[in-house]
């Protein structure tokens, strides 16, 4: 089976060609980064507004890849949620017409649950081994969630965090640092290799297996200013400081997500830790959290784990052969929950 998948809960325009929820026959990216990084973050309606144009030449461009015509096209996929309302319409719309004008079926898919999926494009059959239950640490720019899943489709929430998200920390660490957007690969680039300065504190909130990351921020915003390094001086800032700030606020925000993953499957009994979302893309957190887990860790490469529209025609694979579908009035929903939860 054929998924056309679409991708545009934010500032990324993302169509691919999945077969079986598995083979990746193209996955094309339309970055907005360059678009956004003038105003240091995404602009909703900027974003929406180039997810117009984009979407039919990144669509043409996926079937080109994939050698593939829209008559080879067996069902239909968008991510409805959660995300940025105006961009997940035009996603949306798009796949509704698609669908419509090919009658083939159309599914809205939970943008976690594709992070999820993305594993399934990356090792043979994760159901089947390691198997489940897994936990699943899914960090991106809006969510970090714990979740266990216990089978296809079916999520249970462990934790998530109480006020910002791990990949929004990177980010607005990254604009009081002077790094630029997106913050995350940023922090990654000048902390390599450095020795990182004194440790930040770490919100543990006792055994509860949520994340906060705002005391962190907040943390790192008085270091800067006590270093002088924050407002920028008009002499520029020494980027050995900088540096190793950016290491240390990495180290903390990694040492709090290994750890509660770990402790998530450990009290779960999960037979491996799945890691997904734009978060994942981080070097140290995917060696930290191998070095740290008892059992197996999957983790696509990086360019999988930020968002893209083969993650989204892989879940969506999985829920079409169990018989699911959605109308033509499907919905974008900015706040939409774990579906099964
Ligand atoms: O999943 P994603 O591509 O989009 C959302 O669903 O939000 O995640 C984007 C987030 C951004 O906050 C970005 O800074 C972060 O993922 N990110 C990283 C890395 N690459 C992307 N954070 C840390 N290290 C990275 N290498
Ligand atoms: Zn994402």
Known sequence: MLVLGIETSCDEMAVALVEDGCRLRSNVIASQVELHARYGGVVPEVASRQHILQLVPAQERALAQAGASLADVDAVAATHGPGLVGSLMVGVNA????????????IGVHHLEGHVYAAWLAYPDPARDPGFPMVCLIASGGHTDLVLMEGHGLYRVLGRTRDDAAGEAFDKAARVLGLGFPGGPAIQRVSAGVQPGPPFPRAWLEDSLDFSFSGLKTALLHRAQGQGLYPPPPEGV??????????????SLVDVMSTKAVEAADRHGARAILLGGGVAANTLLRERV???????VLVPEPSLCTDNGAMVAAAAYFRL?????????????????????
């Open 95 to 106: 796949a509704k017409a698609i669908a419509y004008s090919l009658e083939v079926p159309l």
């Open 290 to 296: 191998r070095r740290q887990s008892p059992v197996p």
């Open 321 to 341: 052969r169990r018989g699911e579908r959605h109308a033509l009035d499907l919905d974008v929903y900015p706040s939409l929950p774990m579906p099964g939860s």
């Open 238 to 251: 020494s980027e050995e400081q900088v540096a190793s700030i950016a290491a240390a606020f990495q180290e």
